[in-house]
């Protein structure tokens, strides 16, 4: 597992540290059980606060990705097996949209608000009502 940052993004360290998990478990590079290394360590490698890992590791736990007990660090959960069998799916489907001409923030808006039902109301019935 390589944890990459890039300190000249607007993007949040902890967020990118997220990200990389994340990839890492689409890639089925971590799976079920795989413990990632000490928040402690990871910061030391990358020259980032500690914090920031412990931050991304609780949103990926807050996820279902991650399992965080004390003693035994961070666990990829069970629940996170299932993201990687979606991989190729959502691979093809980011490929589509992009065919079609949507962005990619559109269509995080679109899986957005399918998939929470408190928005099902105003969720859009077609693409073209989604302002990108």
């Given at each position: 597992m390589l944890i990459r940052v890039d300190t000249d993004s607007p993007r949040p360290l902890y967020d990118q540290v997220a990200a990389s998990i994340r990839?890492?478990?689409?890639?089925?590079?971590?799976?079920?059980?795989?413990?990632?290394?000490?928040?402690?360590?990871?910061?030391?490698?990358?020259?980032?606060?500690?914090?920031?890992?412990?931050?991304?590791y609780q949103r990926l736990r807050d996820e279902g990705l991650v399992d965080l007990r004390r003693g035994r660090g961070a666990v990829i959960a069970g629940s996170a097996a299932p993201l990687a069998e979606l991989a190729q799916e959502i691979d093809a489907l980011v490929r589509r949209a992009g065919a079609l001409g949507v962005s990619a923030e559109t269509l995080a808006g679109i899986v957005h608000a399918h998939r929470d039902p408190r928005s099902e109301k105003n969720a859009p019935r077609n693409p073209e009502e989604v302002s990108p």
């Open positions: 990839s890492d478990i689409l890639a089925g590079a971590l799976v079920p059980g795989d413990r990632l290394p000490a928040a402690r360590d990871v910061a030391e490698a990358l020259d980032i606060n500690q914090h920031t890992v412990l931050h991304a």
